[in-house]
């Protein structure tokens, strides 16, 4: 019913990834696939509801209605089986922006936050520009999947008198889905040693084959007593510059200490037509998810037949979510400024480098699969042509 193989022009829109290519001196004629938004147009209903509240012609102060309540709760329920109150969700301008505030409402300059590596790198600025100590738990890679070490985990709050833990799941950039009894490991060490944890469940619609995306606070019910869940429209939907999130605070007092701190530093304001966008998302746009979930899918199942047919040397993490793809190029004897060099300037690829996913990450690249099919067939002969021999 939808049309993901359209290839849409995306240049002169102040475009992220396609407007920056000279100003961040990529060479012109490179295939940005590095940032985490996807290239196929939203919804049509989201265009039709923001096109119809646009013609009204007054932008002024808005606030979340009900309705909007009604929308995030529904879907949660409906998706994940994760039941949420009305008054556990906080809308904020965007999931980076809620780990900061994180940041700022419960721990204090110099205290110890503890994230995996490798991980999505904004959570290393959240931490470092608020002058807290980033305390690293390197994730174990073994026969082409990830696990924790939950000894090191352990071992490193107790040493490091840790304050917060900042958990991704689904995980960016490795593709882990967290299973239940990882998810309670997890919880249980926390649990024990007062440590915070903040959820960034993002990418939870996206979760591929037997992989279930499991809630944090459906782990266990005391959970609610010492977590925080970030959620957002926007990876699901492609709507990441409307900067609407949700975030959903069981406890009484996070909550409260998380809306002071909003309003200490004056993002409590939403944006009327993230409002918009978000409610018609979760209200009329479920089937257009699954099939693109199913187009996004068949991707990553092309480019991993496409490896291993032309390229056994390059390996594909198997995604268990995200529609990024984390890839493994170390057998190709490459240092990180080598590999680097050689995808700009002869594959003509400009990809998130592992490095800067932080400890772990030196040899792969993040691929970003939302993107259509002739695309991605671009996208393979421009590896085959700097990698194939």
């Known amino acids: 019913m939808f049309d993901f193989d359209e290839v849409v022009d995306r240049k002169g829109t102040n475009c992220a990834k396609w407007d920056t290519i000279e100003a961040k001196n990529k060479p012109k004629d490179v295939l940005p696939m590095w940032v985490a938004d996807m290239d196929f147009k939203s919804p049509k209903e989201i265009e039709n509801a923001l096109v119809k509240r646009i013609k009204q012609g007054v932008y002024g102060y808005s606030f979340a209605p009900d309705e909007y309540f009604d929308a995030v709760i529904s879907w949660m329920k409906r998706r994940h089986d994760f039941h949420v109150d009305k008054e ?6 965007g999931v980076v922006t809620a780990i900061k505030l994180c940041v700022n409402a419960y721990t204090k300059e110099n205290d110890a936050i503890i994230i995996n590596k490798p991980v999505y790198y904004p959570f290393d600025f959240s931490i470092e520009l608020n002058h807290r100590r980033i305390i690293e738990n390197q994730m174990v890679y073994k026969d082409g999947f990830y696990e924790m ?11 490091n008198d840790v304050k917060m833990f900042i958990l991704c799941n689904p995980y960016n950039p490795i593709g882990k889905v967290w299973k239940e009894d990882e998810l309670k490991q997890i919880g ?12 960034d469940e993002i990418h939870e619609d996206f979760v591929y084959g037997d992989h279930v995306h499991i809630p944090f606070y459906n782990v266990d019910e005391s ?14 939907f492609n709507l990441a510059g409307l900067q609407t999130s949700n975030i959903i605070i069981a406890n009484e007092k996070l909550r409260k200490v998380y809306q002071e701190t909003m309003n200490r530093y004056g993002v409590n304001e939403p944006n009327f037509l993230g409002i918009i966008a978000c409610m018609t998302a979760y209200n009329e746009c479920e089937l257009w998810v699954d099939e693109m979930l199913e187009y996004v899918y068949d991707n990553f199942t092309y480019f991993d037949e496409f490896l291993k047919e032309n390229l056994p040397h390059i390996h594909l993490v198997k995604p268990e979510g995200l529609y990024l ?4 190029f170390r057998k190709c004897g490459l240092n990180k400024d080598e590999l680097e060099k050689t995808m700009l300037e002869k594959a003509g690829l400009w990809l998130d480098e ?17 993107i259509p099919r002739s695309v991605l067939e671009d996208a393979c002969q421009r590896l085959l042509k700097a990698f194939g021999k």
């Open 354 to 370: 592992g490095y800067i996913f932080g400890t772990g990450g030196e040899g792969f690249e993040r691929f970003n699969f939302a």
């Open 325 to 328: 793809g984390w890839v493994d």
């Open 149 to 159: 070490d939950y000894d090191a985990f352990e071992k490193a709050i107790v040493e």
């Open 223 to 236: 959970y609610k007593e010492f977590s925080v869940v970030l959620t957002a429209p926007s990876k699901t």
């Open 188 to 199: 249980e060490i926390c649990k024990k040693h007062d440590v915070l944890v903040i959820v």
């Open 88 to 93: 556990w969700i906080i809308p904020t301008p």
